[in-house]
């Protein structure tokens, strides 16, 4: 090839790198968002958060701790678990070995315990040696998972609606938004925001809302908003309960206030649940939006190590919440258990479980 | 000066070999390239663990980091015996003189084999001890830590060839070529500063290498993001690229050449990175979302805190590297 011929074709080879692919507008394709699952009185929505799968996990020791949370949670609620949110950072640093692994695991799981499963992105979802949307694929693959993510114009990947139905009617919709990674506020910044739910996501919650005024609705998402630190500093005037042993890891700066709660209280929005921080599972009534963040599941990464002797103000206060008193040390780690009651209340507990030589640790704490 | 005359057969130091050094000298490249690709993929493995251990500390939980670690301690030790091997070729390929390559080709074969060995013995101990569950437990791949043995078996055999090579040298010489003098530095704190930079360099060259092909094979490139990608995937190969440029095109010219060259190559490398650096800035200032959206996986250090230390680092350092070529190149042009 000459040099002519070899420059000529350089943007020829750009051109096949990129995408060609037609995008949908989110505001005339609602529809393209929705998956339908059966409602019926006490549904359950089980929440494992932040499980971090990376290069030096223990698949093996990771997959025996799931099968002891999932049997506990299968045996605790009635008639079996209905749904898994998994709401972010399934995997951080990880390969495409963990994510096949990952997946033929839920699937396994969904088929002895007949649910389905819900994937939310996280910031760290993105970190891996994958492409996201490689992955994104595997989600589409796997028959028991659910993701959506269209081809859109809407903000971030896994933004998309459950809807329960009882028979015509949709009595709840579950919402699953990408609360995003994190972004530089410009070319040549030293640090970088933890990202927000933005204003297009907001604005397309709000049109599927529209769509079903009579239902209420549950979020998760992944990254924690503002609204959790405010809650946080008026706690006292508050219903609130569980543990805050650090930041929530929002996108604190004013600007990036997003007004997802606030919008949402307004449209029948009860609950809102998250991950993230692994230290925290603090939850709080909100002006009518439950908000809080689900207990960690498993090991990696990190986990708070709670001492009933610690004098840590944040620990007193977490221990002090709970109704039953604990007077061991133990891990948060675990998960969260939402209960829909009737048309519109919901239960929330969250599931503490240790692994320990001679027994495990559980403990079911009610919101 | 035409572009060809760069190039020209003249130049270089090969010229003057005879056919059978001609062919070691391009054996011993070979097997530099081949050993730099793996000390690249090793390296970029070990990042990602090293990354998620240091992720742990900073976020309170040494006692994860601990155990993650010990799991991972070969992932670290395939990486080490790797690059030592990489020194060890460095050493056949340049050398002060014959006596100083065979010791160095010598001691460095020690440290690969004691490595391998190490590793092997490691693997077999965690495993006695049950810390594996089984010898294909899995994470980071589907036959951990059996590849690790398996992948340090061939640093048992490059480290036991370079002793025993090094041990017959004195009675029989089978590898010919003369040795490529390195340049002689003027005082202890320079040659010190010196290879520190060399290191350093070593390691972004080996980082862009596995980040810039592993980008262009994961990267997103969907419509907003593609530029950004493009920027990334040239900035992360321009380190190897004049990495391997300075190795096995500079320093196979001759003395002369090297003299009447160093200037205006130095200007052209500049000019490639500051436009490759230029390039990178305006791909993220169209789209500041784009590293942690599209495939931030190329970055592993820079994750944890949220911060852009590593990125900058990997992006500045060939543009710091020509420009310090360039003012050596000016200062030796001044002194003449």
Redesign the interface.
């Known amino acids: 090839m000459n040099k002519k011929r070899l420059l000529m074709s350089l943007p020829l080879f750009t051109l096949t790198l990129t995408s060609c692919a037609q995008q949908i507008d989110w505001s005339t394709n609602l529809g393209a968002y929705l998956y339908e699952m059966e409602y019926h009185s006490g549904f359950n929505i089980l929440q494992l958060t932040d499980i971090h799968w990376n290069v030096n996990s223990s698949t093996a020791s990771s997959k025996q701790y799931l099968d002891k949370v999932l049997a506990e949670a299968d045996k605790h609620v009635t008639g079996g678990i209905d749904l898994v949110e998994l709401t972010g950072d399934q995997f951080m640093l990880a390969n495409t070995y963990h994510v096949k692994t990952f997946v033929e695991y839920f699937e396994t799981k969904a088929v002895e315990y007949g649910f389905m499963y819900a994937i939310i992105w996280g910031n760290h979802d993105r970190h891996g040696m994958y492409s996201p949307n490689w992955l994104a694929d595997k989600y589409r693959e796997a028959p028991h998972c659910i993701y959506i993510e269209p081809e859109d114009n809407l903000y971030g990947r896994s933004n998309y609606v459950i809807n329960l139905k009882d028979g015509t009617d949709v009595k709840w919709q579950i919402y699953n938004l990408d609360s995003g990674a994190s972004f530089s506020e410009s070319p040549l910044a030293i640090g970088r925001n933890y990202d927000y739910i933005r204003d297009d996501q907001v604005n397309w919650f709000k049109a599927e809302r529209a769509l079903q005024p009579a239902a209420n609705a549950i979020a998760y998402y992944h990254i924690p908003q503002q609204d959790n630190l405010e809650a946080w500093n008026t706690r006292s005037t508050r219903t609130h309960k569980f543990f805050k042993l650090e930041g929530f890891g929002d996108a604190d700066k004013p600007e990036y206030k997003s007004d997802f709660i606030k919008e949402g209280r307004a449209l029948k929005l009860k609950g809102a649940f998250m991950g993230h921080a692994h230290n925290v599972d603090w939850t709080v009534d909100y002006d009518g939006v439950v908000i809080g963040l689900g207990v960690k599941t498993g090991t990696e990464l990190y986990f708070a190590h709670i001492d009933p002797a610690d004098t840590k103000k944040e620990v007193v206060e977490g221990l002090a919440s709970l109704s039953t008193p604990i007077d061991q040390k133990f891990d948060l780690i675990g998960a969260s258990l939402v209960t829909i009651k009737d048309d519109t209340s919901f239960d929330l507990e969250h599931l503490y479980l240790n692994e320990r030589d001679g027994g495990d640790f559980i403990v079911w704490e009610k919101w | 000066m035409k572009f060809k005359d760069f190039f020209s057969k003249e130049n270089f130091l090969p010229s003057t070999f005879d056919k059978k050094q001609r062919i070691q000298s391009l054996v011993i490249s070979i097997a530099l390239i081949v050993f730099f690709i793996f000390t690249s993929l090793t390296f970029?493995?070990m990042l990602?663990?090293f990354?998620?251990?240091l992720?742990?500390i900073v976020?309170?939980?040494p006692d994860?980091a601990g155990k993650?670690?010990l799991?991972?301690l070969p992932?670290f030790g395939s990486f080490f015996m790797s690059l030592w091997t990489v020194l060890l070729l460095q050493s056949l390929f340049k050398s002060k003189d014959e006596e100083t390559r065979m010791r160095a080709v010598f001691k460095k074969g020690i440290v690969v084999l004691s490595m391998a060995g190490f590793n092997i013995l490691y693997v077999v101990i965690m495993r006695l001890a049950g810390s594996y569950?089984s010898l294909v437990?899995?994470?980071?791949?589907?036959l951990y830590p059996l590849d690790s043995v398996l992948y340090s078996l061939l640093y048992i055999v490059m480290g036991l060839g370079a002793i025993l090579y090094a041990k017959r040298f004195k009675e029989k010489i089978p590898y010919t070529v003369p040795v490529r003098p390195v340049a002689p530095m003027p005082n202890k704190g320079i040659r010190i500063l010196y290879n520190v930079g060399v290191v350093f360099w070593t390691l972004i060259a080996l980082f862009g290498l596995t980040g810039g092909i592993?980008t262009?094979?994961?990267?997103?490139?969907?419509?907003e993001w593609?530029f950004f990608?493009?920027a990334v995937v040239l900035i992360y190969l321009l380190s190897p690229i004049l990495l391997g440029f300075w190795q096995f095109y500079f320093h196979e010219l001759k003395e002369e050449k090297k003299k009447e060259f160093f200037l205006p190559l130095s200007i052209v490398s500049t000019c490639v990175s500051v436009l490759f650096v230029v390039l990178y800035?305006?791909s993220?200032?169209t789209n500041?979302?784009a590293?942690?959206?599209?495939?931030?996986?190329m970055f592993?250090i820079t994750?944890t805190?949220?911060?852009?230390?590593g990125t900058?680092v990997v992006v500045i350092t060939p543009l710091v590297v020509s420009l310090i070529a360039l003012v050596r190149a000016i200062i030796a042009k001044f002194k003449k």
């Open positions: 970029f493995n990602y663990s990354a998620d251990i992720g742990s976020s309170g939980s994860v993650d670690f799991r991972s992932l569950s437990e899995g994470s980071p791949s589907c592993m262009l094979c994961i990267y997103d490139f969907r419509h593609a990608g493009i800035f305006v993220l200032a500041k979302d590293p942690a959206n599209a495939g931030f996986g592993p994750f805190a949220t911060a852009n230390y900058l």
